[in-house]
T-cell receptor, first 114, second 113 residues
Framework: SAVISQKPSRDICQRGTSLTIQCQVD?????MFWYRQQPGQSLTLIATANQGSEATYESGFVIDKFPISRPNLTFSTLTVSNMSPEDSSIYLC???????????FGAGSRLTVL | GENVEQHPSTLSVQEGDSAVIKCTYSDSASNYFPWYKQELGKRPQLIIDIRSNVGEKKDQRIAVTLNKTAKHFSLHITETQPEDSAVYFC????????????FGTGTRLKVLA
């Protein structure tokens, strides 16, 4: 399966600032997915990032708050903008590296917003 | 909208006993059902999956069953061990198109030694 490197692994941020999370995959993949996992909760899909096109956002998530870049087939970034304490979560990147609809997850980025 | 319900939210079993976690999905078009295990502070890891063309799949102590008519699927862990303690998530997805996974709410399994 694909190997995913995500950074930062954790960060403490001040209210009103923005943070960009990077996701690097060791193989070329068509789609990359960004999930949010709030403390003690399940995984919620934020958006799907395709290379060369705008990301597709799920209900409740908007581009102004979570802008995504996908400059090539192995890399993506998610920015959490104008952060508030409610944005404190783990953000996970995932890909289907097998081509069989099997998602592999990165280690996640744990954000704490003060 | 699409939804996956998962029960129970917490489950405690004695070491060596069996554990069963159940999920129900709403989208009848779903045809792929993975199970993920997430240990504390770690990433979710796929432990077993099943596609809609089979009713049961087994891998050592872990098995998954699927009832497409009832839109139910279940995870069975036999001979539980302390290292099975984790949060388990079920999910439902389509194997074509959006690849979108809908995750269940998770089950925290504690195996008591």
């Amino acid at each position: 399966s694909a190997v995913i490197s995500q950074k930062p692994s954790r960060d403490i941020c001040q209210r009103g600032t923005s943070l960009t999370i990077q996701c690097q995959v060791d193989s070329q993949v068509t789609m990359m997915f960004w999930y949010r996992q709030q403390p003690g909760q399940s995984l919620t899909l934020i958006a799907t990032a395709n290379q060369g096109s705008e990301a597709t956002y799920e209900s409740g998530f908007v581009i102004d708050k979570f802008p995504i870049s996908r400059p090539n087939l192995t890399f993506s970034t998610l920015t959490v903008s104008n952060m508030s304490p409610e944005d404190s979560s783990i953000y996970l990147c995932s890909v289907d590296g097998s081509g069989a609809n099997v998602l592999t997850f990165g280690a996640g980025s744990r954000l704490t917003v003060l | 909208g699409e939804n996956v319900e998962q029960h129970p939210s917490t489950l405690s079993v004695q070491e060596g006993d069996s554990a069963v976690i159940k999920c129900t999905y709403s989208d009848s078009a779903s045809n792929y059902f993975p199970w993920y295990k997430q240990e504390l502070g770690k990433r979710p890891q796929l432990i077993i999956d099943i596609r809609s063309n089979v009713g049961e799949k087994k891998d050592q102590r872990i098995a998954v069953t699927l009832n497409k008519t009832a839109k139910h699927f279940s995870l069975h862990i036999t001979e539980t061990q302390p290292e099975d303690s984790a949060v388990y998530f079920c999910a439902a997805s389509l194997t074509s198109g959006t690849y979108k996974y809908i995750f269940g709410t998770g089950t925290r399994l504690k195996v008591l030694a």
